[in-house]
């Protein structure tokens, strides 16, 4: 006789469906495809098979109108077959969201899984990826998500997204700005607090936050502000690069 | 007669007289007349050995005497077990303490696969008494049934009742080209009949 453990016990037809098992895991009704982050799976009953994203599309052309990021596409698998998926994120709170014919831009490192309904383009901040059209997606947060609206402006850190209004724009703090000026200095290096740069919302729509933020590595950051280095001529690029040493040395 | 009471994520040992076995390291606090002394996991050398080829470490101290012990690690969850005369596993990190009664002893399952080490080998705990077990966020529980296996991330597997076959399989298909993977390089299915518990965190 084993007692003491007053956890509720699912199988796959009592595991809910669509919809959270509790704040931090998430089960999925699969029938057909999903595309899931890697390692997003904790657990899983039925036939269903987890597939790279290329060798996956290698039989199925749709995945590559649907997931059209290259740089993001070694982060993600397919999920394919019937059964129960359970989700989970390093113990994160997870919330599913539907979009109905909209847009939402998202942290990459917070996306845990999306339906093939949707489409996801890189965004043009470095770190955030747009989905766009109908269907659900699955995202975590450090703690329970808070809903704002525009005019606002947001820690960088603790963004999550935002859905339906214009790209951010990047707000200086005032003093900052009028010290810097009234100093001469052009330099921001050494001088950044953290809290003098904040991301400037206007226009209509939702700005999602997260009450703090425990950063998950992203492979393709680097891989993403490298694409951006060919705005800079030779020369630039070569000045960028002593400062970058001149960074990983100190 | 020692008496373990879990209070969200402290564990209180009442001791009264008798001893309790407790994760090395997990006393936050206590009170009365209790002595503690490190050990070894029980099982003697061939558990030991066994320990040591499937990399797993379970090392517990001995808390003897008359009092309240309070037992903590991480933070984590948790929660009391009550065994009478019967068997579970439980993965050896996330015991927290064990009365006197119920022995432990190291499954091992077989070198296929084990390429991290990790998940693979899991204690036994069989006997009568009280295992207090930790998890990273509250458990979840999973049926297993004949003819409906499970799979689970071995990072998130906490412990196991009933009588189960676990196998290992391997997460990355025959489809999967070099440099690319799922993620999960390899998993735990279950099979039989029983529960399985895993924590939302991955370890």
Redesign the interface.
């Known amino acids: ?5 007053d ?6 037809q009592s ?1 809910p469906s669509n919809d959270n ?2 704040a ?2 998430f089960s999925i009704d699969l029938d057909g495809e999903w595309f899931t ?9 039925g036939a ?9 599309a ?1 039989h199925a052309a749709w995945v590559a109108a649907r997931f059209s990021s290259p740089l993001y596409a ?1 982060e993600w ?1 397919v999920a394919s077959g019937r059964g129960k998926l ?1 989700i ?1 994120d ?2 994160n709170d997870i919330n599913s969201y539907d979009l109905d014919n909209g847009n939402l831009t998202i942290k990459q490192t917070n996306l845990l899984a999306f339906e093939t309904a949707l489409e996801l383009k890189q965004s043009i901040i470095p770190g955030f990826v747009t989905l766009i059209g109908t269907g659900k997606f699955l995202a975590s947060s450090n703690g329970p998500v808070i809903f704002v609206e525009p005019p606002f402006r947001a820690d960088p850190d603790a963004l999550l997204g935002w859905a339906d209004c214009p790209s951010p724009s990047i707000h200086y703090d005032y003093h900052w700005m009028s010290q810097s000026l009234s100093a001469g200095v052009h330099a921001m290096f050494g001088r950044e607090s953290g809290e003098e740069r904040q991301y400037d919302f206007t226009g209509a729509g939702t700005v999602l936050l997260q009450s703090s933020e425990v950063t998950r590595h992203d492979p393709a950051l680097a891989r993403i502000v490298e694409q951006h280095t060919h705005l800079l001529t030779a020369a630039a690029a070569g000045v960028l690069g002593h400062k970058l040493i001149a960074r990983s040395q100190e | 007669m020692a008496v373990l009471i879990a209070d969200k994520r402290v564990l209180h040992a009442d001791l009264d007289g008798d001893s309790v076995r407790a994760a090395n390291g997990s006393m936050v606090a206590y009170t009365g007349k209790v002595e503690f002394k490190y050990a070894s996991g029980g099982g003697g050398f061939r558990a030991a050995m066994k320990r040591g080829v499937a990399g797993e470490s379970i090392s517990l101290m001995t808390c003897t005497g008359a009092g309240r012990v309070y037992l903590a690690q991480d933070a984590m969850d948790v929660t009391v077990v009550q065994l009478s005369n019967d068997r579970m596993t439980v993965e050896s990190e996330h015991i927290l303490a064990i009365t006197d009664g119920l022995q432990l002893d190291v499954q091992f399952s077989g070198l296929r696969g084990m390429t991290t080490g990790k998940g693979v080998a899991t204690t036994t705990v069989t006997g009568t008494g009280q295992c207090a077990i930790m998890s990273d966020g509250p458990l979840i529980a999973l049926a297993v049934t004949p003819g409906q296996p499970l799979v689970v991330d071995p990072d998130v597997y906490v412990a196991g009742t009933g009588q189960t076959q676990m196998s290992i399989i391997s997460g990355v298909s025959w489809r999967s080209v070099i440099g690319e993977d799922t993620g999960e390089h390899f998993s735990l299915r279950f099979e039989g009949q029983g529960t399985i518990y895993i924590q939302p965190a991955e370890r």
């Open positions: 006789m084993i007692s003491g453990i956890a509720t016990v699912y199988d796959a595991l098992v509790n931090y895991a982050s890697k390692g997003a799976m904790i657990a899983y009953y269903i098979e987890l597939s790279g994203l290329s060798a996956y290698s070694q698998v359970v989970g390093r113990g």
